[in-house]
């Protein structure tokens, strides 16, 4: 008996907070609500421009498959700019490959724009640094190459060993040995720890 008055009890107590709170209540589950459906848009606009931007990153190719440089350029552009973090990189080196971009220094405006978008990973800014690297060895401009590649070579980057063995050969390339050499010895400090 007294284990049914108990649950009784327990019920009463149970219906009492609900009455008591239910304007409290209502107001959580409205803000749960209103949550669930701001995450549920957001996720279905990211998804939308997802889709429309790789729609015209392929009529991008397209264009440069059709040698309309100029309407690929212009499309290639805008993905940069829309800062996509696995299109615009990609657009970059289109641009790049298929010589679609000849100013050097508009280049680098947007591998500096790709480098600084926060939802890529660490490891994909580095291989983007590492490429930038190598546009770099065409423009000869050494101090940007080395200030580009060094945050890899003094990190644990999964990029390091090919961050040295490119500077390396950059200056290998240039007949200087020696800077060349304090490099590879990076590399062999590396696998003596």
Do not use: C
């Not at 990609?90 to 050097?104: F, R, S």
């Not at 640094?129 to 546009?135: M, N, R």
């Not at 401009?141 to 060094?150: G, Q």
Request: proline residues 1%.
């Amino acid at each position: 008996m007294s284990e049914q008055i108990e649950k009784i009890s327990f019920q009463v107590r149970i219906v009492n907070f609900l009455n008591n709170n239910k304007k409290l209540l209502l107001i959580i589950f409205t803000s749960f609500l209103i949550i669930i459906s701001i995450a549920l848009f957001y996720k279905n606009a990211q998804t939308k421009k997802d889709a429309k931007i790789a729609e015209q990153y392929v009529k991008a190719k397209n264009f440069v498959k059709s040698k309309n440089n100029n309407k690929a350029k212009e499309i290639l552009e805008n993905i940069i700019s829309d800062n996509h973090k696995f299109y615009s990189a990609l657009a970059l080196y289109i641009l790049i490959e298929n010589e679609i971009e000849k100013d050097d220094q508009k280049i680098l405006t947007y591998f500096d724009k790709i480098v600084k978008n926060k939802s890529i990973d660490k490891s994909s800014i580095d291989l983007i640094k590492i490429k930038k690297a190598l546009f770099l060895f065409s423009t000869e401009d050494e101090d940007l190459l080395i200030k580009t590649l060094n945050p890899i070579i003094n990190s644990n980057s999964v990029w390091r060993k090919q961050a040295i063995n490119l500077i390396a050969d950059y200056f290998l390339s240039k007949g200087e040995n020696i800077k060349a050499e304090e490099y590879y010895k990076l590399l062999a400090i590396k696998k003596g720890q």
